[in-house]
Nanobody, 123 residues
Framework: QAQLVESGGGLVQAGGSLRLSCVVS????????MGWFRQAPGKEREFVAA????????YYADSVKGRFTISRDDALNTAYLQMSGLKPEDTAVYYC????????????????WGQGTQVTVSS
């Protein structure tokens, strides 16, 4: 059974950085596109960033372009989200996602979800 485990969340001041990790087991990691989504209190889950199974293609929400970078290491079955220039509006629970689809940019396309990790940005 597939399992996605996120880590790296925490409390950071505005302008700071965090790196989220998502370790995947129970599936052939290199065959899956990976994505990060986030959900703030009272809001719907929204797309943040995605990377194709070949890592050749990356996608970002407009709100994080230039500040966040998604990457993957197939040897470690791990996806990463490097976040810099954090803002209070980035505060949310961040979820890792995996899909056999070409890109992990839409929630209906997601096959597997992680349990989430909290990111809190103070002003």
């Amino acid at each position: 059974q597939a399992q996605l485990v996120e880590s790296g969340g925490g409390l950071v001041q505005a302008g700071g950085s965090l790196r989220l990790s998502c370790v995947v087991s129970g599936l052939t990691f290199s065959h899956y596109s990976m994505g990060w989504f986030r959900q703030a209190p009272g809001k719907e889950r929204e797309f943040v960033a995605a990377i194709g199974w070949s890592a050749a293609n990356t996608y970002y929400a407009d709100s994080v372009k230039g500040r966040f970078t998604i990457s993957r290491d197939d040897a470690l079955n791990t996806a990463y989200l490097q976040m810099s220039g954090l803002k209070p509006e980035d505060t949310a629970v961040y979820y890792c996602a995996a899909t056999r689809s070409l890109s992990a940019t839409r929630t209906p396309a997601i096959d597997y979800w992680g349990q989430g990790t909290q990111v809190t940005v103070s002003s």
